[in-house]
């Protein structure tokens, strides 16, 4: 089934979601390639959010999803995370009545290798030591900002192939922004490759190798990263400019 | 003649034997809207079914003279095994299909099954009581305080105390545990980290039922007239017992269980038996005035 090493990562062709009545994608196509940062940027409502929950199968989509070469339409969002997806859902979706070691433990809820998931309960500590300061805190009691930290640290536990991220910024303090994209960008570099949804759109741009702008359920506008931040129209409805 | 220091203490007996039996009852109530936020009314006729299953393995095996630990375990995993395939098909044939559906079409639904099971089980069953095997020879095992210890409600305890004490380890201690927790706080997170909570969900079930069936066959030893009846008062009573600990609550609901039954027994000792039942409610009234969730229920708003 796999395609050729060329292929994208993940390939998202005419992705088409209903609320009800309501038509919230109407035919999203675009894609990542392994190693990218890849950013989609829109208004509040435009379905970026939406698009996240297809891919990870939480909300029911018509079109093609394409993971590493395989259709993911038919694969149950709880099967989906072993394939090399993981998720930091939209407003971080910590577990709050459980400690922050028990949050980090689910993310790794599919794997057996003991061991290892010690070690990666080290890394993220050594990535977020506040997490470490925290372990044993009920995550409910966290500040906003460490329950991003928590949120994305809980979705690298599952090692995945992709990193979908809904709006690590949202509701933070520029300076734990900065530090939250600071950590993408050193992830990246690692090797990770990252979707990001953001309404803050210069951050994403920034730290984006590609980018897409949706608008009411379509794809308005691609680019590089860097071409989208300096284009008059992002600008001036995106950047405040 | 009894002196009154050990009147009282007959009643906290007593009372801690019931209540730990409300707790057993309460908790599959608290589990069950821990994850669906359903108040499964088939709960106190999954528990009935429980002690008709036990009447039959003992009927079936001939133990229904032959009292002793041994019929006893055999009496509660035939219970445990019964109630766990009821709760199990009530939550695949009835609830399941209606995971999407308003919240009110669920409470409807297990309105009915609690109905269709309570008349079935007259027509299956007869609607006549029936008399409980002898499961354990109610010998005065100790006395404390001059206060005789009967063998039957240590046995109650001793049991009730397993069962608890293996749920805290489940729920607490285990990968399994940790993953009903999750789909209890946040379902669709959970499975993006790949539980399937559908599957959660039926051994909640389990879990729950099981848990009932325990407790219907301590009620058994204790007032050994079954029919097919038999859950509505002590169901009634088991869920009042959740909701007064604050439903969804673990903790919660053995307290409930345990407060509503010392306050029962108490009330028999000292006031009259007329008004055991009136108090259950009274004090669930009272309580939810000052604490709406309950003793130990999540009170105020989570953070977001």
Known sequence: MSNSSNSPLLEVKNLNVFYGSIHALKGISFHVNKGEVVSLIGANGAGKTTTLRAISGIAEAQGEIRFKGNLLNPIPAHDRV???????????????????YENLEMGAY??????????????????????KERAKQLSGTLSGGEQQMLAICRALMARPDLLLLDEPSLGLAPKIVAQIFEIILDLNKKGMTVLLVEQNAKMALKSSHRAYVIETGLVTMEGRGQDLLNDDNVRRSYLGA | MNSPGQDFIQHLINGISLGSIYALIALGYTMVYGILQ????AHSDVYMVGAFAAYFAAKLLGLNNSPGIATLAILLIASMVACSVLGLAIER???RPLRKAPKLNILITAIGVSLLLQFSCQIFFGADPKVFPNVIEDGVLTEVFGVPLKMNDVSVLAVTLVAMLSLHFLIY??????????????????????????????????????????????????YPKIDPLMGLMIGMKAFVAAVLGGIGNIM?????????????????????STYRDALAFGILIVILIFKPSGLLGKGGVEKV
């Open chain 1, 82 to 100: 072993s394939l090399g997806l993981a998720q930091s859902p939209e407003g971080r979706g910590v577990f709050a009545q459980m400690s922050v």
């Open chain 1, 110 to 131: 599919f794997r057996s290798d003991r061991a290892e998931i010690l070690k990666d309960i080290e890394m993220s500590f050594q990535l977020f030591p506040r997490l």
């Open chain 2, 38 to 41: 359903l108040i499964n009314f």
């Open chain 2, 93 to 95: 044939f009835a609830y």
């Open chain 2, 173 to 222: 201690h285990t990968k399994l545990g940790r993953a009903m927790r999750a789909v209890s706080q946040n379902r669709t997170v959970a499975s993006l980290m790949g539980v399937n909570p559908d599957r959660i969900i039926s051994f909640t079930f389990i879990v729950g039922s099981s848990l009932a069936g325990i407790g219907s066959v301590l009620v058994g030893m204790k």
């Open chain 2, 252 to 272: 919660g609901a053995v307290l409930g269980g345990l407060l509503m039954g010392l306050s029962e027994q108490m009330v028999v000792g000292y006031l009259s």
